[in-house]
């Protein structure tokens, strides 16, 4: 575990450095969905603060187990899944982070739900980029309108945009839906927009991620190894 993530940290740091920027300004997501808490402890007792999650009941098993471990560091909580109506009382009051927000009722839903007291929930637009069918995501198109509407709504805090691309078949494809997240980024903040998140990267594309400005990059397979059942 401490050496499969002192690994990613030096991707990081390398991809960083050939981009010409600071490794401190990439987060290291650990994507801990399927795994024991007993593996997110290993990952936390390594270091490790940031978890991301993608299926709400497993998810809120497991910060329960590990909020008992009261020697822990404090650990934040980041939600990546698809998101149901029926599910967002729960996201709303145990995660500090939500990724994958890519509709304004499931964002109207979780700023009602935020329980007064606590700090806003960060949000993240989750953008599907490549135009996929299948996959969930705001298209590129709807993108502003969402965040204008996210981003006037109490207890949240809008934050960036999210993506999962189509698997690439070269090095250089990789980067173009980074690229293309980027840009809508900067178009949104050219608007008036105050965003400074790009979730973008996982275990197999994190260089290209990284290269195109990448500021949390969600890393599972490389830090815990392969999950047995492919999700
Ligand atoms: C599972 C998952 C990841 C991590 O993928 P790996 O290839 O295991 O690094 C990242 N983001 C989301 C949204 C995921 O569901």
């Not at 994958?100 to 109207?108: L, Q, T, W, Y």
């Not at 989750?126 to 198109?141: F, H, L």
């Amino acid at each position: 575990m401490q050496a499969n993530l002192a690994a990613v940290h030096s991707r990081i740091a390398n991809a960083a450095v050939a981009a010409g920027r600071s490794p401190q300004s990439v987060e290291l997501l650990a994507v801990s969905k399927t795994w024991p808490a007993d593996h997110l402890l290993a990952a936390a007792l390594a270091g490790q603060r940031a978890f991301g999650e993608s299926y709400v009941q497993e998810a809120t098993t497991k910060i329960a187990a590990l909020a008992d471990l009261a020697r822990l560091p404090h650990l934040e909580w980041h939600f990546i899944g698809p998101l149901q109506s029926n599910k967002t009382q729960l996201v709303a009051s145990s995660f500090a982070w939500v990724h994958s927000v890519d509709r304004e009722k499931i964002a109207a839903r979780l700023a009602a739900q935020r329980p007064v007291g606590m700090p806003p929930l960060q949000v993240c637009l989750q953008v599907n980029i490549s135009g996929e069918a299948s996959k969930s995501g705001v298209a590129p198109a709807q993108v502003g309108a969402l965040a204008r509407a996210v981003a006037a709504m109490p207890g949240l805090a809008l934050r960036g945009l999210m993506a999962i691309p189509a698997p690439a078949t070269s090095r250089d494809q990789a980067r173009a839906p980074f690229a293309r997240l980027r840009q809508l980024m900067a178009a949104l903040n050219s608007e008036g927009m105050k965003l400074d998140t790009l979730s973008m990267g996982m275990s197999d594309d994190l260089e290209a991620a990284i290269a195109e400005g990448a500021t949390i990059v969600r890393v599972g397979t490389a830090i815990f190894g392969e999950r047995e059942v492919p999700v």
